[in-house]
Every structure is written in structure tokens, then in C-alpha cells.
């Protein structure tokens, strides 16, 4: 088979994570028979440094006629610290995903035998754990109206959802969950918030359409307190934007580091993959980053966007054979223990497939 891949490297280790990602793919091709032909395209601070805007004209283009985006990271401290730029790599990030109608963030939450005892959690809290967040990813405050009145003294920001735009993203949940242990969570704020009534109320509706699936409804409060204290008695959990990006942020505790949760982005048009961590710019060069989410992210590719189960699980295998064996980046050597380079990683993976 043959794929054309958009390839978004991105800010900071971006670059870095996304160069082993491709080392592992073109692996896994050759070991298969496909081929894959990669077409790099600029998007974040890097993207506003060469033509002023961080998600390009061409980019977009480029990601249309792929069959799938692999992305790295966005995201620069020169912004980071200047609340007045008015134009942010983060923009592009957001127009990437309107644009691309990526409506829904599929982010996996799961354990690592070898690295149990990595998380700050307690084996027995943890173990098992299994779970997968639906994060409605083009709506909500994120995109809603926002600015300043008062002469600046007072800002807004506003919250909106359609329930079309709900619809969309419980009926991916309920399907997820059809295929997994049929338990269904939608996340809200439904005694407070009215676009959290809504969700509520549109999902209630489409309970009839799925009768083997159990639905619960929670606080977004209350489910993060429990993530931390019994995750593994989740299985899918669906929510809103701003509630999505903090709990999954939460969740990636869980496996002992960020450097190892995958997500994909996929909606109307082409489907993106990248892992859950930032740009991490005071690594950035340093061949220190681990590219194991990156790596994982393109797994979930293989899978997801190809229907190639078996090159995914190749993948996972050897990433799996890795942390067993201690071919690791800083982030996850035990004391005493050995630091791989970023490039070692992957040369590692790539020699064990």
C-alpha cells in the first residue's frame, strides 16, 4: 500500500520526536511492503517566523491531500511570555483543527507494566487502568467570542455549543464504546453551566440508539477527583473543550510520563496524529525528548487511519520490549540507570523491528 503523510514537525523537540517517528514508520513499511511518501509543511512559531501566519495557506493544502497528518509540537517562549503578540503559534493550532473539521481528540489513558511504579500514583489505584477520552476539539470557549470592554478592564470569553456539534461527538463516544466495555461517561458542569445542560440533555436523547451501552453523567469536578483515585473504573468519557484539555492533561500522570500518551485528532476531512506534550523549548536540541509518544501516535495511525492492525501492534511491541529493557530517555531512567539520546531511541526501535 501506498500513503502520503503530511509531516508537521512543528516547535521545540518537535522536530526531534517527529525525525524518530519517521525512522520507526519507514521501518515498519519496509517490514510490511508499503510505502510512504512524507511531505513536510511549516506550521506553529516556526511557521510565523518564515511567512507571518502559523498555519500557511500551503499548509493546509498540504494536509488536505494527505492521508493523514503525523504532528509534533507547537509552541515558542517569545510568545509564551508576551500576552499582547498578536499573532500566537497556538492560533494555528486552532485554525489547523477548524479548518480540517478535526472535531474530535481521541486521547488514550493506560499503564505500562515495566513503568508502573513510575507514577506518582499507587500501583493499586492504577493498575488495569484502560481508558479513553473524547474531547470535542472545534467548539466551546476555545472558539466562542472573546475580547475586552471597559477600556481593557474587563475581559470575556464565551462558551457555545450547538447540539449538532454535541451530537457528532457522543455519537463517536457511543460508538467507541460499543467496540470496548460499553460504558459510556459524559463530563459536564450541567448543575451550573447551560451548554453543560445541553450536552446532558442531547446525550440523554441518544441513549435509545445504543441500549447495550451504560451511560453515567458527572461533574467535571468529581471526575477528576476520581481519575486520581480510581481510574481504572472508566472506560470512555466524553466532554466538552476546556474540560477535555485539563482532565487529559491530568490522565497522561497516570502512565509516569507525558513522553508516553498518543492521541489522534479526526473529524471531516484528514485525520492527525501527535502526542499529548508540548514543545518543551528548554530541550529543544538537546536529543534528550522522549519519542515514544510520537512513535505511539504513529501506531495509532497505522491503525486508526490505514486499518493496518498488525504494523500498529508491531509498533507497540517493540516500544513495549523498549521500556522492558531500559532503552529509555531521561525522563523515565530510574537513578543510576542509563539515558538514552533521542536518536538512540529510535535507532533502538528501528534495529528491533
Known amino acids: 500500500m501506498k500513503f502520503n503523510i503530511a ?6 523537540i518537535g522536530p526531534e520526536v517527529i525525525n524518530e517517528a519517521v525512522k520507526v514508520s519507514d521501518a515498519i513499511a519496509k517490514k510490511f511492503n508499503h510505502e510512504i511518501n512524507w511531505t513536510p509543511a511549516l506550521t506553529g512559531a516556526c511557521a510565523i517566523d518564515a511567512v507571518g501566519v502559523p498555519y500557511p495557506d500551503e499548509t493546509h493544502e498540504i494536509c488536505m491531500a494527505a492521508d493523514a497528518v503525523l504532528f509534533g509540537a507547537i509552541g515558542h517562549p517569545k510568545y509564551d511570555n508576551d500576552p499582547s503578540a498578536p499573532v500566537r503559534p497556538e492560533q494555528g493550532l486552532l485554525l489547523m483543527r477548524k479548518k ?5 481528540n481521541v486521547r488514550p489513558t493506560f499503564t505500562f507494566p515495566s513503568l508502573i511504579d513510575n507514577s506518582p500514583l499507587k500501583r493499586e489505584r492504577i493498575e488495569g487502568t484502560d481508558l479513553i477520552f473524547l474531547r470535542e476539539l472545534t467548539g466551546g470557549i476555545y472558539f466562542g467570542e472573546k475580547g475586552r470592554k471597559d477600556d481593557g478592564e474587563t475581559a470575556f470569553d464565551t462558551c457555545t455549543y450547538t447540539r449538532a456539534e454535541v451530537k457528532r461527538l457522543a455519537k463517536k463516544g457511543f460508538e467507541l464504546a460499543m467496540t470496548r466495555s460499553k460504558k459510556l461517561c459524559c463530563v459536564d458542569k450541567a448543575n451550573v453551566l447551560e451548554t453543560s445542560r445541553l450536552w446532558r440533555e442531547t446525550v440523554q436523547a441518544m441513549e435509545k440508539e445504543y441500549p447495550e451501552v451504560t451511560v453515567s453523567y458527572e461533574f467535571v469536578d468529581a471526575v477528576a477527583m476520581r481519575l486520581v483515585q480510581w481510574p481504572n473504573s472508566y472506560d470512555v468519557l466524553i466532554t466538552e473543550n476546556l474540560f477535555g484539555d485539563i482532565l487529559t492533561d491530568e490522565a497522561s500522570v497516570i502512565s509516569g510520563s507525558m ?3 498518543p492521541s489522534a485528532s479526526v473529524g471531516e476531512h484528514t485525520s492527525l496524529y501527535e ?3 508540548g514543545s518543551y523549548p528548554q530541550a529543544t536540541g538537546l536529543n534528550i ?3 515514544l509518544a510520537t512513535v505511539l501516535s504513529a501506531a495509532m495511525m497505522f491503525e486508526d487511519a490505514f486499518g493496518l492492525k498488525e504494523e500498529a501492534e508491531a509498533i507497540r511491541a517493540v516500544v513495549n520490549k523498549s521500556l522492558e529493557q531500559g532503552i529509555v530517555t531521561e525522563d523515565l531512567a530510574g537513578k543510576g540507570a542509563k539515558a538514552y539520546k533521542t536518536s538512540e531511541v529510535g535507532d533502538w526501535l528501528v534495529a528491533n523491528l
Not at 509531516?7 to 521545540?12: K, T
Not at 480540517?100 to 474530535?104: D, H, K, Q, V
Open 259 to 261: 513522553g508516553l500518551m
Open 7 to 12: 509531516l508537521l514537525a512543528g516547535d521545540g
Open 289 to 291: 525528548a522522549n519519542p
Open 100 to 104: 480540517l473539521g478535526l472535531f474530535a
Open 275 to 277: 502526542p499529548i506534550h
